[in-house]
Every structure is written in C-alpha cells, then in structure tokens.
C-alpha cells in the first residue's frame, strides 16, 4: 500500500492507475469496496481526485458504482473478456500495418519485452508475464501513431484481464510466449500485413480459449478464484 503521498502530477491519473494495478493483481478482490475517505488519506489528498479516478475506472468497467452501496470492484466477465480479446485481434491487426517501419528503440524495446515474456513464463510468473506482454503489445499500437486507437486499446486490454487469464493458462505460458517471436520477427523484416495477421490469430486464439473455459464451467471469475 502507498504510504507516501503521491507526487503531484494529475492526481487523478496517478490514484487510478495505482487501483487499477492493484485491481488487477488481486489486491482487491471482487467485491472489496473502494471508499472515497479511507482513499483520499491513504493518498494524502483530496477527496475529488479520488471521486474522479473512481468514475474512470467504472467507466473502464473494472468497478461499479451502486446508490446506497458506494464503488465496488466488478467480478470478471468471461463473456467481456472474450470479447475483449476478439476486438484486440482487430486493433493490433491494423496497428502492426500501421507501424512499420519500427525504429531500432522500439524494436529493441520489444526484444526486451520478449525476454521478460520467456523468462517468466518459464518461471510461471504470471503477474511479470502480463506486465511483459502487455508492454510488448502496447509498443505496437502506440507505434501506430494513431491516438484514438491508442486510447481504446488502452480500456480494452483492461477488460481483457491479462493477468486472470494467465493465471488460468498458467502452463501454457511457454507456448504464448513463442508466439510473439515470429510477430517480432516480421516487425523487425518491415512486413506489417504478415505481423498483423500473426497478431490477430493470437488474439483470436486466446477469444476460443476464453470460450472453451465458460463451456467446460472451469471458471466463472477468475479474480475470485485467484482471490481464494
């Protein structure tokens, strides 16, 4: 938990991205309750950036606002989260065409990114995989140039809950790391068609496998579950 106030900045953004982190890697569970009060002294701040923050995140769909109830955390939706990934597959598509050619910063950057993907997918690190891929995907898009794609891209990966599904494929890991080292590999060739469509089978892969696991009922939240 943050003890320190937080640097001013736009207070706003920095109280929700530490919630969203800690939503994220269970640190709330579903259902914990977020109170304005206990927040702004935690943050050292006012109420009103808190009040903000909290609006960003409903509209983000990780929490819900209930009259009488305050601000909860939301369970998952496997259902949103495979949708999630079925509109990520489109995104990244279009966004790899988009950025090529990449320059030796970002295609290092992604080198970097990979290695983290590997290593901790070997150790089954799922919290260190999730931050790893998602920084590897997100490169991509903002290499994009497009602002707005940006923007979307952002709230979508959120509902996509990365780090619940890892948690769940948690030994496949190895098997989606490898994926990204053709994607890379086109990328660094300067063939944006063939990295795109690399991405958006991934992407499409992962939308069957969240499918597969609402049929077979292994899981209704996996926040909960992790939770337990």
């Not at 736009?10 to 890697?25: P, S, T, W």
């Not at 990114?113 to 799922?126: I, N, R």
């Not at 709230?155 to 030994?171: G, M």
């Amino acid at each position: 938990m943050t003890e320190k106030p937080l640097v001013r900045r736009c207070m706003r953004d920095q109280v929700r991205d530490v919630l969203l982190e800690r939503i994220l890697e269970g640190t709330y569970a579903p259902g914990h309750r977020l109170i304005e009060l206990e927040l702004a002294a935690e943050f050292q701040i006012s109420q009103s950036p808190v009040r903000e923050a909290l609006r960003e995140l409903e509209a983000m769909g990780v929490v819900e606002s209930q009259r009488y109830c305050g601000t909860r955390v939301r369970a998952s939706d496997v259902r949103e989260m495979q949708e999630a990934y079925e509109l990520r597959a489109i995104l990244e598509q279009n966004c790899a065409q988009l950025a090529v050619p990449l320059s030796a910063q970002t295609l290092a950057a992604l080198e970097s990114d990979l290695q983290d993907m590997q290593m901790s997918a070997a150790m089954q690190d799922v919290m260190c995989y999730s931050q790893a891929a998602r920084s590897f995907h997100r490169h991509i898009v903002v290499e994009s140039g497009n602002r707005l794609i940006l923007q979307i891209w952002d709230n979508v990966q959120v509902r996509a809950r990365l780090p619940f599904v890892a948690h769940y494929l948690v030994e496949e890991l190895r098997e989606f790391a490898a994926v990204h080292e053709p994607i890379l590999r086109y990328l660094r060739n300067g063939d944006g068609v063939a990295a795109g469509d690399a991405l958006r089978a991934m992407m499409q892969g992962l939308s069957s496998r969240m499918a597969l696991l609402t049929t077979s009922h292994q899981v209704d939240s996996p926040e909960g579950e992790q939770a337990r």
